[in-house]
Protein backbone atom coordinates (compact mmCIF):
# COMPACT_ATOMS: atom_id res chain seq x y z
CA UNK A 1 0.00 0.00 0.00
CA UNK A 2 1.11 3.69 -0.94
CA UNK A 3 -0.21 6.49 0.74
CA UNK A 4 0.43 10.37 -0.63
CA UNK A 5 -0.60 13.70 -0.04
CA UNK A 6 -1.58 15.44 -3.08
CA UNK A 7 -2.31 19.09 -2.12
CA UNK A 8 -2.93 20.18 -5.67
CA UNK A 9 -5.90 17.86 -6.10
CA UNK A 10 -8.50 20.13 -4.94
CA UNK A 11 -11.74 18.80 -6.01
CA UNK A 12 -13.65 15.62 -6.93
CA UNK A 13 -12.41 16.28 -10.81
CA UNK A 14 -9.35 16.03 -9.59
CA UNK A 15 -9.39 12.85 -7.86
CA UNK A 16 -11.44 11.33 -10.38
CA UNK A 17 -8.30 12.39 -12.97
CA UNK A 18 -5.67 10.99 -10.22
CA UNK A 19 -7.66 7.69 -9.95
CA UNK A 20 -8.46 7.53 -13.85
CA UNK A 21 -4.32 7.71 -13.87
CA UNK A 22 -3.27 5.60 -11.44
CA UNK A 23 -5.87 2.74 -12.08
CA UNK A 24 -4.37 2.65 -15.44
CA UNK A 25 -0.79 0.62 -14.03
CA UNK A 26 -0.68 -2.74 -14.85
CA UNK A 27 -0.71 -4.11 -10.68
CA UNK A 28 -2.67 -1.59 -9.23
CA UNK A 29 -6.19 -3.21 -7.71
CA UNK A 30 -7.77 -0.09 -5.78
CA UNK A 31 -7.46 3.24 -5.84
CA UNK A 32 -8.46 5.44 -2.47
CA UNK A 33 -8.51 9.51 -3.42
CA UNK A 34 -10.22 12.21 -0.86
CA UNK A 35 -10.25 15.68 -2.08
CA UNK A 36 -11.12 17.25 1.13
CA UNK A 37 -8.15 15.59 3.11
CA UNK A 38 -5.90 15.35 -0.45
CA UNK A 39 -5.65 11.43 0.44
CA UNK A 40 -5.01 9.09 -1.81
CA UNK A 41 -4.44 5.63 -0.79
CA UNK A 42 -3.47 3.10 -3.53
CA UNK A 43 -3.19 -0.96 -3.44
CA UNK A 44 -0.96 -2.67 -5.67
CA UNK A 45 0.74 -5.77 -6.22
CA UNK A 46 4.61 -5.78 -4.97
CA UNK A 47 6.47 -5.05 -8.39
CA UNK A 48 4.06 -1.77 -8.56
CA UNK A 49 7.01 1.08 -7.30
CA UNK A 50 5.62 3.85 -5.58
CA UNK A 51 7.99 6.08 -8.18
CA UNK A 52 5.65 4.29 -10.84
CA UNK A 53 2.63 5.87 -9.01
CA UNK A 54 4.23 9.46 -8.37
CA UNK A 55 4.59 9.46 -12.02
CA UNK A 56 0.78 8.22 -12.85
CA UNK A 57 -0.22 11.20 -10.54
CA UNK A 58 2.25 13.60 -12.57
CA UNK A 59 0.80 12.63 -15.59
CA UNK A 60 -2.32 13.41 -14.80
CA UNK A 61 -1.02 16.58 -13.97
CA UNK A 62 -0.40 17.12 -10.35
CA UNK A 63 3.01 17.56 -8.95
CA UNK A 64 2.39 18.61 -5.27
CA UNK A 65 2.53 15.56 -4.38
CA UNK A 66 4.12 14.18 -0.66
CA UNK A 67 4.50 10.52 0.49
CA UNK A 68 2.88 9.26 4.00
CA UNK A 69 4.61 6.69 5.39
CA UNK A 70 2.14 3.57 6.52
CA UNK A 71 1.82 3.21 10.11
CA UNK A 72 1.92 -0.74 9.90
CU1 LIG B 1 -10.11 19.86 -9.32
Known amino acids: MYAFKV ?3 TCG ?3 ASVRKSVS ?3 GVTAVNTDPA ?3 VVV ?3 PEVTREAVIAAINTAGYREITVVEAAS
Open 43 to 45: EAS
Open 7 to 9: QDM
Open 37 to 39: TRD
Open 13 to 15: GCA
Open 24 to 26: RLP
